[in-house]
């Protein structure tokens, strides 16, 4: 069984700092971890995904994300915040199989301050 | 320009009522999904789709029904054994067949009781 733990709901970070947000995950096969950004109103778009190989995973938007499998983590970072960066991220995790269902974590709210 | 709709965007029901939520995706995918989104709870798997024809409970399955007549598509009936329909929904589907896929999503229904 999988499961998700995203640790803060909210977060906030003023403009051109570090943004770090958390996701530690319980899986009892290889996990397939995947960080998710959902604007207000609309659907969830795909930032990052890790399956094998490279343990540092970068995505769009400037974000990436680290899996440390000693540490059970998949924790979201990028260098310098922007406005544009405030919304709500979901961290997922899959064990694969033949339904390759996806566990969400609960979120995180990131605000951006000016 | 390949993606997944929904709609309609708001959707309002009356005490009793059925309502259709459509899900429409040209992105040639064989498994689609619907989710539940409540605040502060993330996303909650109702019912998934590998193939046509054919379809799985999620975790959430009661109160809601669905078909897969056709590939691209797969629509979400919110019945009136559903007793708490207020939520936003959202419909995904999974590219290719391999393990750790990721899933897209379309922008989502937003239903309410009247």
């Known amino acids: 069984a999988q499961s998700v733990t995203q640790l803060g709901s909210h977060v906030s970070v003023s403009e051109g700092a570090l943004v770090l947000l958390r996701c530690n995950y319980s899986?009892?096969?290889?996990?397939?971890l995947f960080w998710y950004v959902q604007y207000p109103n609309q659907g969830l778009q795909l930032l990052l995904k890790y399956t094998t190989g490279a343990t540092l995973v970068k995505g769009i938007n400037g974000f990436e994300a680290e899996f440390k499998k000693s540490e059970t983590s998949f924790h979201l970072t990028k260098p310098s915040a922007h406005m544009s960066d405030a919304a709500e991220y979901f961290c997922a995790v899959s064990g694969g199989g033949a339904t390759n269902k996806l566990i969400f974590g609960t979120g995180t709210l990131l605000a951006v301050q000016p | 320009d390949g993606g997944i709709t929904q709609s309609p965007k708001y959707l309002f029901r009356k005490e009793g009522q059925n309502v259709t939520l459509s899900c429409e995706q040209n992105l040639n995918h064989d498994a689609m999904y619907w989710y539940r989104q409540d605040p502060g709870q993330g996303l909650r798997l109702i019912y998934y789709?590998?193939?046509?024809?054919?379809?799985q409970k999620g975790d959430i399955a009661e109160g809601y029904s669905v078909s897969r007549e056709k590939k691209e598509s797969f629509p979400l009936t919110v019945t009136s054994a559903q007793k708490n329909p207020t939520a936003f929904y959202l419909c995904a589907s999974r590219e290719g067949q391999g393990v750790g896929q990721p899933q897209h999503f379309g922008d989502g229904t937003r239903l309410s009781i009247l």
């Open positions: 899986s009892s096969v290889p996990p397939y």
């Open positions: 789709s590998q193939i046509v024809n054919d379809f």
